[in-house]
């Protein structure tokens, strides 16, 4: 695994500060860069439900973080009822959100640890939940360099790239796995260009992915999600790098809803269309992606999402935030542990995590 790099965001996503979390609040960008902090896990859950810290591993962290904030005050004398606190605090994070699995991989983590180092005294088990917490970021940030290093052989110099939602520095400990493939890419001298989908209903493209590339010097160019289809026939995109929330053994991959889409255009247009994910997204235990659970959000984010009202009063609204892009129609998935092909039963299951 690739070792620390510098950091990509001028600040960190998410960290522990002298037992409080703070995180950078997401739904503000881009018009505001503000930290905030959360002194509880109550605060934890409503940052995550609320997108204010979004992206797969990023909720991951929020997850393991939360869980040692839930549990930092504890006045537990003995480990059952040290080890039932904590699990009210993980059943309870674990309902912010379903579809992204590094959630519940992270969760899963900090009880296991604690399982492990139960005869600690309590105060010194809480040091090793936080260390084991910490431990996940800075795996994260080896991860997400090392899906640079693997994904950059993929572009060539001069290649336009396609991407949906962010999966960047935001969306994880620092550095991205979509976003890294093309922050490697520049870094290493290749010239490459972006077409950011703005990503409907609630723009994370256009608001944080653009913003990202932006801030790297890379060259963006924001299109609405209904466009993707004729640039991709104007030949101006070499391939759709996207990243995921959820991977079926079989390849089946869960993203920000409007990924299939871009995986169906992709093909009839005969463009590679890739998923950048670190491990901790896999989830070998599901066959297909039909089993996995896709987040319904509030109808007011497509009907009102940025203020004023762009729908008649109480029409109907379906919003699935997230779709499953059919494993036939990804050309390779993107770990940190290399590229895997198809049949991704094989590749993927010799690189559980
Ligand atoms: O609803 P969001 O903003 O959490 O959705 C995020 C995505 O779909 C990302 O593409 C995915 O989590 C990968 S982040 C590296």
Redesign the pocket.
């Known amino acids: 695994m690739a070792t620390k790099g510098r950091r990509k965001m001028p600040i960190p996503t998410i960290e522990w500060v002298d037992g409080r979390i703070h995180l950078i609040d997401q739904t503000l960008l881009p018009n505001e860069f503000k930290q905030i902090y959360c002194d509880d896990v109550e605060s934890v859950w409503e940052a995550i439900k609320s997108?204010r810290v979004?992206?797969?591993?990023?909720?991951g962290i929020a997850g393991a973080l939360g869980a040692v904030l839930g549990i930092w005050k504890s006045k537990a004398t003995n480990y059952p009822d040290f080890a039932a606190e904590l699990k009210k605090v993980t059943d309870y994070l674990a309902t912010s959100?379903p579809t992204?699995v590094n959630l519940f991989w992270a969760l899963t983590r900090i009880e296991q640890t604690a399982e492990k180092h139960k005869d600690l005294e309590i105060e010194q088990l809480k040091g090793v939940l936080l260390d084991e917490a910490q431990n996940i970021i800075e795996e994260d940030r080896a991860r997400c360099r090392a899906i640079g290093q693997h994904g950059l052989n993929l572009l060539r110099n001069g290649d336009t790239i396609l991407t949906?939602?962010?999966?960047?520095g935001l969306?994880?400990s620092d550095y991205?796995?979509?976003l890294a493939v093309m922050f490697s890419a520049h870094e290493s001298g290749k010239n490459i260009s972006v077409y950011a989908d703005e990503t409907r209903p609630?723009l994370?493209g256009a608001r944080l992915t653009a913003w990202e590339l932006m801030q790297a010097g890379i060259d963006v160019t924001l299109i609405c999600d209904n466009m993707a289809a004729q640039v991709m026939k104007e030949g101006k995109i070499q391939c759709a790098i996207?990243?995921?929330?959820r991977i079926a053994a079989n390849g089946d991959t869960a993203?920000?809803i409007g990924?299939y889409n871009v995986a169906i255009l992709a093909k009839v247009h005969d463009i590679p269309f890739y998923v950048a994910?670190p491990t901790s997204?896999l989830d070998l235990s599901l066959k297909t992606g039909d089993l996995i659970p896709i987040e319904q959000r509030a109808a007011e984010e497509v009907t009102e999402g940025f203020g004023s009202r762009t729908a008649p009063e109480g029409v109907k609204v379906y919003s699935p935030?997230?779709d499953v892009t059919p494993a036939h129609l990804i050309t390779a998935i993107i770990t940190e542990k290399g590229i895997a092909h198809p049949p991704y039963e094989e590749s993927l299951a010799s690189q559980g995590d």
């Open positions: 997108l979004r992206g797969a591993p990023a909720i959100r992204a949906h939602c962010n999966a960047g969306a994880t991205g796995t979509a609630l994370q996207v990243g995921a929330d993203n920000k990924t994910a997204t935030a997230f």
